[in-house]
């Protein structure tokens, strides 16, 4: 994927719900318009973190595999 | 930042670790989604909350209870398999490797996004529990009328 995170979540090794947990936490911090990349090995998190998107009104922009893991982009889209 | 009817309440009486589990899971997922929540413990449920030291209650009832019914999130058994608190540790490891977070870990996590810990003023006279019995991220000991305040405002209201 062409994207640029702006701010990078290990979360390889958690399980539910610590990678959303952590997701929400990283989220708030970040200004508008910036892109997280969360990094997780938990299939939940497949199913999970588009929900978590589509409930905050945040912008999911895709995944893609990297290895042993996946890598999830959230767009910052709701102050 | 939560509009006045985005909330969630959690009413945990129960003091098994299994609910007490998916109390905190549900509570930080509503809380990482932006909801306003809360969790409201009363009877078996303030185990989870008390700080784990034995309690001096002043009457002789209050005191058995404060040894036999001593809390603490470390020392809460299962529903089932619980096997006199040998079930206990089987599931702490059993969590440990699959690497779920612990109850500790979940209940911090809970606090840092900001949920409310609220106890049952009634619970706690009925078996000699004070303020300081508990740890002190509990900062609201409040009755049924705040909850069920709350619950009136809340999109998702659970009984566990």
Redesign the interface.
Known sequence: MDVKADVVQDSIGQMCPMPIAYMARNMRKMEVGKVLEIQSDDDGAHADIPAWCEQTGNQFLGEEQAGDYVRYFVKKTVA | MAEDNNKATFVVISGDMDKVFAAF?MA??C????MDTTLFFTFWGLNAIKTGKIAKPDSFLGKMMAVMNRGGINRLNPSKFSFAGIGRGLFKKMMSD????SLPE?RD?AR??CVHFQACKMSMDVMGISQEDLIPEVTDIVGVATMVNNASKSKIQMFI
């Open positions: 899971i930080t997922g809380a990482a989604a932006g699959t690497n779920v977070a979940l996590m840092e996004l």
